[in-house]
């Protein structure tokens, strides 16, 4: 479910104007990140900005691993480990049915969603989180947050947030050298990218390039794998998002 313009709840429901809770001024939160700059400290970074907006527990997932075997997709989080074990794969079913599309029109926008009731959560934590995706070079991370039941959610501060984490992550020197490493592709996979994107079928490419049809297949295939698209159409559509192609 989708934020509406008003501002709601925890459990989604809509709070007037005068009932929402108080949150340290824009201006302090900038002066506090600025102060974090290059301290490569991405955990107090995430600590801080969920503070700002009301939020118990945070968990920081780079979308590109989701689908590997294991936790590695979590950077930094302060969710019970249990719920990040139990929740991981459903993260990563959901990010695999979800289009490019889709996953453009998701960045900076806050979503909820329910966990699953046969999750134990600590007292009080409402069941229902909130979810943001934004970029840092190539990589789409989602910042998930957890709430204490009650506690009021303003659209305007989940969107502040979103783009404070991405400034947050972006100047965290160990996540932007990881981001750079897992996402290089190849001059040649580059290439392949370029042509699919200009329209040319792989025995075409083949031709351009001096080399056969499956080994285009094959790059095309690891540029689909690297980016965590699914089609050439998402791997164009990537391409271009990202300045690629």
Aim: glycine share 4%.
């Amino acid at each position: 479910m989708e934020l509406s313009g008003m501002d709601v709840s925890a459990q989604g429901r809509p709070i007037p104007e005068n009932d929402r809770t108080p949150l340290m001024s824009r201006d302090e939160l900038v002066r506090r990140l600025s102060a974090l700059a290059g301290s490569q400290n991405l955990q107090v970074i995430m600590r801080l900005l969920a503070d700002h907006v009301g939020a118990s527990h945070f968990l920081l997932a780079r979308y590109d691993l989701i689908q590997e075997q294991g936790l590695d997709f979590i950077v930094t989080s302060n969710w019970p480990f249990d719920l990040v074990r139990r929740l991981g794969s459903e993260l990563a079913s959901a990010y695999t049915r979800s289009t490019e599309l889709e996953k453009c029109f998701s960045v900076l926008t806050p979503s909820f969603a329910i966990l699953p009731d046969e999750i134990v959560l600590p007292e009080k934590l409402s069941r229902q989180y909130c979810a943001l995706t934004f970029s840092v070079g190539r990589t789409r991370f989602s910042l998930m947050l957890l709430f204490v039941e009650g506690v009021i959610l303003s659209q305007q501060h989940l969107r502040e947030i979103g783009l404070l984490a991405a400034y947050g992550a972006s100047f965290v020197e160990s996540v932007e050298s990881r981001t750079e490493r897992d996402f290089e592709l190849t001059e040649r996979e580059l290439e392949c990218l370029f042509w699919i994107a200009e329209g040319k079928t792989s025995d075409e490419i083949a031709v351009i390039l001096g080399i056969s049809r499956n080994t285009i297949n094959n790059y095309i295939t690891s540029v689909m794998r690297k980016t965590a698209t699914k089609t050439r159409s998402e791997a164009i559509a990537y391409a271009v998002r990202n300045n690629l192609v």
